[in-house]
């Protein structure tokens, strides 16, 4: 297991590399520069910009004077923001997008995995059809939509909610945004919950546990929920890209102090160190998180067992 | 007798406790739409920084509620004869940590900011100081500006230059602590380390989320300030800042997106400020280009526009059709010189236009065919869509070319356009701000790449020009030039929009848009 572990971190370094190379190419041959405003600089004051981030030199020589700077843990100045260092911003940023993301995650596991079961042990009842309904409009609409409405209803004409806001990440703040970034995943996983289900409900050792007169309750949740959650499982991965996305609307509409927004401010204002940072922490981040949702299925599978 | 004695009594009480209950609820909450990038007024260039910045220093000259340039640090000045050399008397007030503030700590901030190494963006807009442009390029150490005296700063001009005290009230010019400068370096704006002498100072400041000004007790002016604290939300998304703003969560909008117009007319009529505003909203033409080099084409495209239909029916927010370069109300002018073809009614103009296009070589055979860039915004999208259908009827075949707002700018600097959607909102108010951007010596600010060596005269003489009248009249025929010429084409005059809590006392809407905190007030 532990050289497993190992083996994995080891193969990720490669990975990490070529998606800085990458990433690193591809935000400068974008058109455009941090400093193509629209109050354009004077030739003697544009030259000095450049020259104090290094955007007078080749390319390669950025590039290669990038990366020592990041393999030293240095992440840079920010093109944009002159009063924080990259890694200041990311450090204020990262904790606000990870309370989020790990509150929705939370959420929509156990509230879709809720509602699949249900679906399953109703199965073909109006229970099962409104369940699964829901999850298909939850899936269909997008954030940028569900967002503005969750806010119009509960903010401006309920008002029992903030609209928007950080407060400190008082949970007032959070309903609403892990509220819109859980949805999509609570349908996804509220389907595939069912699915899975309605498959183990029919299985051998579930007729067995029955028949030896075992409780319902024991039947679902200790034997058929355990066999059932291994889709579940191996969609993580998935889930956790999809919040990582999702935060990149959500943080923007709820004007919440998160690493997704830095991304998008980020690549509109060709910040390219800012980027550089949020590309590598969600890189390493879903390598990360990836790793261990393998590791897990081990310990939940038999058939799957890491030397 | 007793009962009226207890009455008095209680009547004292209440009043002796009553101060401390007043301020309750005394912060002020604005969404500003932007983060900023720095609070040194050195390494700022936009709106949104300037609202706050504007609200923790104050320059040598300040702007009243109404947005007049009054006395600021400086009480009161002398200028000379030739108008070229301001002697500023600075004020007896202090900084917050305590500190005086004196004529070196502006001389410092000035020669910071124009110093070569100073990666300044905007420190172009104080060229008018004698020698100014020289330093930055590193070609002198001279300076035109002189501590006479611990509170006396003397400031020499290239030219006598009528609007150098408006400009004053620019974040360009504002102080900055010299002894907070010297002793952290670049982190002195870092809270804690924080010293300004406005009327707030800065004591949080967490990205992305808010920074919060708190009301400087060492003020000069401290007892006439109201307002305990403001929180800077920077809430780039219109709609949502809308939202906040209905729910109460904020008492200020800085902007609102003009498709929701009619809604908040409806719902908010009193708190929805839609008011003129310095600023000009065209198309550029790329002159340097053919057949945008040729003046009838320009002029005819330009004839055929109707303006009125953008303002009235794309926009709906107020915005006033442009025939000027200069907006009208702008100080030291009068009226602007218009483009000859004004309320000549549009049938008139089309034909005109039509006839331009023929002699210039273009018909029903050889359709003009051009590109007209502009950046993501659904306004700007609308606009050139009319543009378009009206430019068709000359039988101009155009296509629409959007680029994020990067690419585009770059694109204009650079001539990669033909005609490009531009707009420019004045740092000072005085003609000569917009006028510039036509000058051959305004480089890549001149997106047209306008060259006219009548206009670059007229506007030198300008320059030199100490009369005000006189100046305003070199400096309205230099417009007529250019509005004949049409190497840029108005569109609209721009308003300000805001939304504003009933709450707030004390908001004069104003043609700059400036609403400094001091003078408002929480009822």
Known sequence: ?307 | MFRTALMAGALALAAAFSPTLAPAQSTLRVANMGEPESLDPHFVSGTWENRIIGDLFLGLTTEAADGSVIPGSAERWAISEDGRVYTFKIRSHKWSDGQPVTAADFEFALRRILAPETTAKYASLLYPIKNAEKFKKNETKELGVKTVGADVLEVTLENPTPYFLAQLTHYTAFPVPKHAVEKHGKDWVKPGNFVSNGAYVMTEWQPSSHVKTVKNPNFYDAANVKIEAVIWYPGEDRAAATKRFRAGEIEVATDFASDQIELLKKEIPKETRISPYLGIYYFAFNTAKKPFDDVRVRQALSMAIDREAITDKVLKTGEIAAYSFVPPGTDNYGEPAYVAFKGQGYDANKKKAIELLTAAGYGPGKPLKITIAYNTSENHKKICIALAAMWKELGVESELFNTEVKVHYNNLNEGAFDVGRAGWIADYNDPQNFLFLMQTSSGKLNYAKYSSPGFDKLMDEANRTVDLKKRAAIMREAEAISMRDLPNIPIYYYVSKNLVSPKVKGWIDNTKDIHRTRWLSLG
């Not at chain 1, 004051?45 to 020259?51: C, L, Q, T």
């Not at chain 1, 008002?159 to 959070?174: C, H, S, T």
């Not at chain 1, 980020?266 to 393998?294: E, F, H, K, P, S």
């Open chain 1, 1 to 307: 297991m532990f050289a497993y572990v190992v083996r994995r971190i080891a193969a990720a370094i490669p990975t990490l590399a070529v998606i800085v190379t990458i990433a690193f190419f591809m935000m400068r041959v974008a058109p455009g520069g941090p400093f193509d405003l629209d109050r354009a600089l004077t030739p003697e004051i544009e030259a000095r910009i450049k020259a104090a981030y290094r955007l007078d030199q080749p390319l390669h020589r950025q590039y290669l004077a990038y990366v020592g700077d990041v393999l030293s843990g240095d992440f840079g100045p920010s093109f944009k923001s002159r009063d924080f260092t990259v890694a200041e911003l990311m450090a204020a940023g990262f904790p606000a997008s990870l309370r989020i993301g790990a509150a929705a995650i939370v959420l929509a596991i156990l509230v879709g995995m809720g509602l699949g079961t249900l679906a399953a042990l109703r199965q073909n009842t109006s229970v099962d059809y409104a369940t699964m309904g829901l999850a298909m409009t939850g899936i269909t609409i997008p954030n940028f939509v569900m967002a503005p409405l969750l806010t119009l209803v509960f903010g401006v004409y309920l008002a029992l909610l903030p609209v928007a806001g950080w407060n400190e990440g008082a949970i007032r703040n959070l309903v609403l945004p892990v509220i819109v970034l859980a949805l999509p995943q609570i349908a996804y996983i509220a389907r595939l919950t069912r699915g899975s289900m309605v498959e183990v409900l029919g299985a051998n050792y579930i007729r067995t546990a029955r028949a030896k007169g075992m409780p319902e309750r024991i039947v679902v949740v200790r034997h058929a929920l355990k066999a059932a959650a291994l889709p579940v499982v191996s969609y993580l991965g998935p889930a956790t890209a999809g919040i990582l996305t999702g935060s990149v609307v959500v943080e923007t509409i709820f004007d919440l102090p998160g690493m997704g927004r830095y991304f998008v401010q980020g690549a509109l204002n060709r910040d390219y160190t800012l980027v550089m940072a949020t590309v590598i922490v969600y890189a390493a981040l879903i390598i990360v998180l990836n790793l261990i949702v393998d590791l897990l299925y081990g310990v939940l599978d038999p058939k799957v067992r890491h030397p």
